[in-house]
């Protein structure tokens, strides 16, 4: 079972499709990092599966359950903050925090929970107007925490956060899955995705050009090596056998194409044939660079 699936989800705007048959499969306990552009559609995702828009039956399910037939069940177990926190100003993180509390009905004990867990312990007491961008995106996580849900949707949770702030938020995120939350996570920063997440899709033009997980994707992708060796002749004719691509041959060195998820054997093959390889070195692709590719595909 999924914590989130949707199933041939479409979402119209003033009749321009903006989603398109969207099959998203979010498994329990997975960090999944939701990607693409401005205008790819993510916003108007996640705004469709905390019933924020209407979408048709039968095509969001949250842990097994129908959005539309059984939504004040779902909401009560999903935690979510969309594009920024909404705060009363001039309230302290307490105060904010005690308005929910009386909403959910939960004892006040939980209020100190949550902010204990999203480091704001020490400046509860503090009016949030005078908080930094990082303390606010925090206090947003706490707000959403406050049900303790199993599911948690961050719209885009490290938009103008410094250094300092991104690295909390994160070191948040991966504490949270560690307690067995699900995480939905938005994201510009492809480099913070990398760091964090343990699936991915990307979104481009309202459908999904890639789902799975993020090893799979970086193993699929591939990758260049240069080979220093005596043994040319040897390594471009197990090359030629495994049908590796060969870029260039130059006296000593040859330089080679294959996936990520091949490397290891190759090596490997190469060792057990005794081949004497003096040096070897490769370029990986980031997240960036593969999102990229992907997307111009």
């Given at each position: ?166 690295y ?19 994201s510009?920063i ?22 799975g ?60 044939e ?24």
């Amino acid at each position: 079972m999924y914590a989130i699936e949707t199933k041939d989800l479409s979402f119209n705007y003033k009749k321009k499709p903006l989603l398109e048959s969207l099959d998203l499969q979010i498994p329990t306990g997975s960090i999944y990092g939701y990607l693409g552009k401005n205008g790819a559609g993510k916003s108007t995702t996640i705004k469709l599966l905390l019933g924020l828009l209407p979408a048709l039956q039968n095509t969001i399910y949250h842990n097994g359950l129908e959005l539309n037939s059984h939504k004040r069940e779902i909401l009560s177990m999903v935690g979510s903050l969309v594009e920024s926190p909404a705060y009363y100003g001039n309230l302290t993180g307490y105060e904010n925090l005690l308005y929910l509390k009386n909403i959910y009905g939960c004892n006040s004990q939980k209020i100190y929970d949550v902010l204990q867990k999203v480091n704001l312990i020490g400046d509860k007491d503090k009016m949030v107007k005078k908080y930094s961008s990082g303390m606010k995106q925090r206090l947003g996580i706490a707000m959403a925490l406050l049900n303790d849900p199993n599911t948690l949707i961050l719209d885009e949770p490290l938009n103008g956060l410094d250094p300092e702030g991104v690295y909390e938020i994160r070191e948040l995120i991966i504490d949270l899955k560690k307690e067995g939350k699900t995480i939905l996570l938005s994201s510009h920063i492809l480099s913070e995705i990398q760091k964090t997440c343990t699936h991915v899709g990307i979104l481009h033009d309202g459908r999904l050009c890639y789902q799975g997980t993020l090893v799979e994707l970086m193993n699929n992708v591939s990758v260049e090596i240069n080979i220093q060796s005596n043994d040319i002749l040897k390594i471009q004719q197990i090359c030629m056998e495994s049908k590796i691509s060969i870029n260039a041959i130059e006296q000593n060195n040859i330089l080679i194409t294959l996936n990520k998820g091949e490397q290891k054997d190759f090596m490997t093959k190469l060792d057990k044939e005794g081949v004497n390889i003096q040096k070897s070195e490769s370029v990986d692709k980031d997240l960036e660079e593969i999102y990229l590719n992907l997307t111009k595909r």
